[in-house]
């Protein structure tokens, strides 16, 4: 008799908390639409987090990472997918890993993503993300070879955005990528290649007058050389 009515409360047990499960579910699916209505980010956030705990899915956890990311909290976003490259992340993931790493200034474990990202679609945006990162850790024919795809690649309505100024602009992607071939030029002899640095930087300056960031490297490089010249004349 005891276990029979052991049993019973088990079985009682297990319906009661399947129901409030269930219940729980449906209140925070609900709490997320809502806030998604109200444009709450924070809300959408500790909404997803809920229906993760109380669900688990890839899906929702790539959606809760891509939610941190886009609020510019990478490392939140690292925490909750990881950084391993797995060949099953979805498309979204390898994104949060590559973009969140590179924020988070790890570029060597950024680029293994950005190259599964332009594995699944050669994309010159991210070619261009690439490049910039084999710069940054001077491996500069890995840089080139995404260079010379974007240059090709570019179309004129594609863009790329600057932030070194208080107002941030946008130039097109083409002539930024002639500005990392001129600064990758530049890289390979800091004393010989000046001048051809300064030639690509005006050439693309001609197609985007208003990248405020060629004017600052172009006056940088004419100072370099300005100095070496001064150091090469001879001392009375």
């Known amino acids: 008799m005891k276990k029979i009515f052991g049993l019973v409360l088990l079985t009682v047990s297990v319906m009661v908390g399947a129901q409030t499960n269930s219940e729980l579910l449906k209140h925070y699916e609900a709490y997320y639409v809502q806030m998604k209505a109200q444009g709450d980010t924070q809300g959408i956030i500790n909404a997803m987090t809920h229906l993760n705990v109380l669900s688990p899915s890839q899906a929702r956890k790539d959606t809760l990472a891509y939610m941190y990311m886009s609020e510019n909290q990478y490392m939140q976003a690292l925490n909750t997918i990881g950084i391993k490259q797995n060949t099953t992340d979805s498309d979204i993931a390898v ?25 699944r679609g050669q994309n010159p945006l991210v070619a261009y993300e690439l490049a910039e990162l084999y710069m940054q850790t001077q491996k500069l ?5 995404y260079i010379a795809f974007g240059l090709a690649n570019s179309k004129p309505d594609m863009k790329k955005a600057y932030y070194e100024t208080q107002t941030p602009y946008e130039v097109p992607l083409k002539s930024g990528f002639m500005y990392l071939n001129a600064i990758s030029n530049y890289s390979k002899d800091k004393k010989v290649n000046i001048d051809a640095a300064v030639d690509i930087l005006d050439a693309a300056l001609k197609e985007a007058p208003n ?19 001064q150091a090469a004349q001879p001392k009375n």
Do not use: W
Request: aromatic share 6%; glycine share 2%; net charge positive.
């Open 95 to 119: 994104e949060i890993k590559a973009v969140s790493l590179k924020a988070v200034k790890q570029p060597e474990l950024a680029i293994g993503h950005f190259e599964e990202m332009f594995k």
């Open 141 to 145: 024919a890995d840089a080139d070879k």
């Open 211 to 229: 990248f405020s960031l060629i004017n600052i490297t172009k006056n940088e490089l004419l100072r370099q050389k300005q100095a070496l010249l």
